[in-house]
C-alpha cells in the first residue's frame, strides 16, 4: 500500500513512524511534513502542499499513486479535504467536512450529544456579551469560555475571575469569518467538569467503532497543571489509575452513540473520534470531540500499538472495520516530553538552532525525537519554526522506565529558551491521576 499523510506536526511524525513500520505499507510520504519526518528510516520523505487546498491534496495523491490518504489536522478536513480525496476515488482516512464539525463547531458538538443522549457539561451557546454574562451566571464559577470555532487548542479559558471570563469572550465574539481560520462569531459556556482528564481515540467507518488505549494529555504549560491551556505539553499510556472498564464505558456512552447519530443524520463520521472526557464524581462526561488524533497523546498510542497501522486505517476509510481482528499492544508503556519554543502558548520566538538530537540515540528501545515546530535554515541547520518544537518518547516495561527514557532524551536536546514540563507521568507512578 502506498500511503500519503498530510500535515507536518509531531502527530503526523507518529502516524509516519508507525505506517513505515507496517510491512504492507510499501512507501509513505508526508505533505508538507517537517525536516525530522523528511529523515524518518523507512519513509519516502516528504512534498511541498498546502494541506488546506482540497484540489491539490487530490493532485499529490494522484501524482505518488497512493492507495490511502490519512490527514492528520483539523483543518484540512473542516475545508474538504477527505470529501474531495474520497470524490477522487482515493480511500481518505477522516471525516467530511460536515462531520468534522463535531470539532469545528462546539455548538453543533453540544446539539449532537443531546440528540444523542451522551453525558457533557451543561452548556449555552452564546452570540452576545449579555448571554455571556447570563450563563456566567447561571453555571458560576470556576467559569468556563470557549471560542466556538477551532483555536488550536487555545480557544477555551478556565478561570474563577468572572473579568477575565467575559474578556475572552469579547475577544472571542469579535472574531468573525468563520470556516478554517477563526472564530464563528459564538461562544459556548459550560459547567465546570471537576475529575481527571482522559483522551480516548475511537477509530470508525461510520458504523463500526474501534476504542484504542486510553492516553492521559498535560494540557496546561507549566508544572503542577498551572499557567494556560496550550495544544499538549506531554503524554503518558497506559493510565494506571484509570477505572477498569473506562475504554467499554466510552465506547457504549458516547462513541458509539454519537456515530450512530451521525449516521442517521446522514453525515456519517469516518476516521478518528477523539473524545477528550472528564472522569467526574458523577460518572464519565465529555469535555470536547475532536475529528482527528490528538497530538501529543498519538504519540505514546502509537508506540504502543502493535497491530499494522496502515491495514487499520484502510479498513475505517473503506468502511470494513468489522473485519479487523482484536487489537494487539505492547505491554511496554510509553511518555512523550515535548520541547516548546520561548513564549509558547503567547508569541513564540522562532529560528533558534536546535542541537544535541544526534545525541538521542537511535537503536531500539531508545527514546526517540519527534518534529512538529522544525525547519532547515538556509544553511541547512535544524532550527525552531513553531511554539511545539518536538517530542522526544519514551518507551519502558513500566512508566517510570518509559518517563526516565523520555526525560534522558529531552536532556540531550538543546533550544536556547525552551521549555518542557518536568512532571509528565509523575503523578501516575503515584498511581494518581494529578
Ligand atoms: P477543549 O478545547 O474543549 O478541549 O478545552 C481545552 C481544555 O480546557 C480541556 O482539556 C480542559 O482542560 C479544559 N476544559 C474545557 N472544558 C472544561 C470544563 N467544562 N470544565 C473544566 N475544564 C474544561
Ligand atoms: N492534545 C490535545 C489535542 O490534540 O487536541
Redesign the pocket.
Known amino acids: 500500500m502506498r500511503v500519503l499523510v498530510v500535515g507536518s506536526g509531531a502527530r503526523e511524525h507518529a502516524l509516519v513512524r508507525a505506517l513505515a513500520a507496517d510491512e504492507q505499507v510499501a512507501r509513505v510520504w508526508a505533505a508538507p511534513g517537517n525536516p525530522g519526518i523528511a529523515a524518518e528510516p523507512g519513509a519516502a520523505g516528504c512534498r511541498p502542499l498546502d494541506p488546506l487546498d482540497p484540489a491539490a491534496v487530490v493532485a499529490l495523491a494522484a501524482e505518488l499513486d497512493a492507495e490511502l490518504v490519512v490527514v492528520g489536522p483539523e483543518a484540512p478536513l473542516v475545508a474538504g479535504v477527505a470529501d474531495a480525496v474520497r470524490q477522487a476515488g482515493t480511500a481518505c482516512f477522516g471525516p467530511s467536512a460536515q462531520a468534522a464539525r463535531l470539532e469545528g463547531s ?1 455548538a453543533f458538538a453540544k446539539e449532537v450529544m443531546a440528540a444523542a443522549g451522551v453525558p457533557t ?1 451543561a452548556a449555552r451557546a452564546c452570540t452576545t456579551t449579555e448571554q455571556v454574562a447570563a450563563a456566567l451566571e447561571e453555571f458560576g464559577a ?1 467559569h ?1 469560555v ?1 471560542d466556538d470555532g477551532l483555536a488550536a ?1 487555545k ?2 479559558v ?1 478561570t474563577d475571575d468572572r473579568a477575565d471570563a467575559l474578556a475572552h469572550a469579547a475577544a472571542c465574539l469579535g472574531r468573525t469569518g468563520g470556516g478554517t481560520g477563526g472564530g464563528t462569531g459564538a461562544v459556548v459556556v ?4 471537576d475529575g481527571p ?1 482522559v483522551s480516548v481515540f475511537c477509530l470508525t467507518d461510520g458504523r463500526t467503532v474501534v476504542p484504542l488505549a486510553p492516553a492521559q494529555d498535560a ?1 496546561r504549560a507549566h508544572d503542577g497543571d498551572t499557567g494556560p ?1 496550550t495544544g499538549g505539553m506531554g503524554a503518558y499510556s497506559p493510565l494506571p489509575w484509570a477505572p477498569p472498564g473506562l475504554v467499554d464505558e466510552v465506547v457504549a456512552r458516547v462513541a458509539q452513540p454519537v456515530v450512530d447519530e451521525m449516521d442517521r443524520r446522514g453525515a456519517p463520521f469516518a476516521g478518528v473520534l477523539y473524545c ?1 472526557l ?1 472522569l467526574t464524581s458523577r460518572g464519565v462526561r465529555v ?2 470531540f475532536n475529528a482527528r488524533f490528538g497530538d501529543p497523546e498519538t504519540q505514546v498510542v502509537l508506540a504502543r500499538l502493535r497491530t499494522p497501522l496502515g491495514g487499520l486505517l484502510h479498513a475505517a476509510a473503506t468502511g470494513v472495520l468489522d473485519d479487523v481482528p482484536p487489537l494487539r499492544w505492547s505491554r511496554d508503556a510509553a511518555v512523550t516530553v515535548v520541547v516548546a519554543a520561548a513564549g509558547y502558548p503567547g508569541r513564540v520566538r522562532t529560528g533558534d538552532p536546535v542541537t544535541g538530537l544526534e545525541a538521542v540515540p537511535a537503536a531500539p528501545g531508545a527514546p526517540y525525537a519527534l518534529h512538529a515546530g522544525t525547519a532547515l535554515d538556509g544553511a541547512g541547520r535544524l532550527v525552531s519554526a513553531g511554539g511545539r518544537v518536538l517530542s522526544v518518547v519514551g518507551t519502558g516495561p513500566d512508566l517510570a522506565a518509559a518517563r526516565a527514557a523520555a526525560y534522558a532524551g529531552v536532556a540531550r536536546v538543546h533550544l536556547p529558551g525552551s521549555h518542557s514540563r518536568t512532571d509528565i507521568a509523575a503523578a501516575a507512578l503515584r498511581g494518581s491521576s494529578a
Request: net charge negative; no cysteine; charged share 35%.
Open positions: 462546539k457539561a470556576p468556563v470557549k487548542g480557544g477555551v478556565v459550560e459547567e465546570f467538569l482528564e494540557k491551556n477528550g472528564a469535555v470536547e
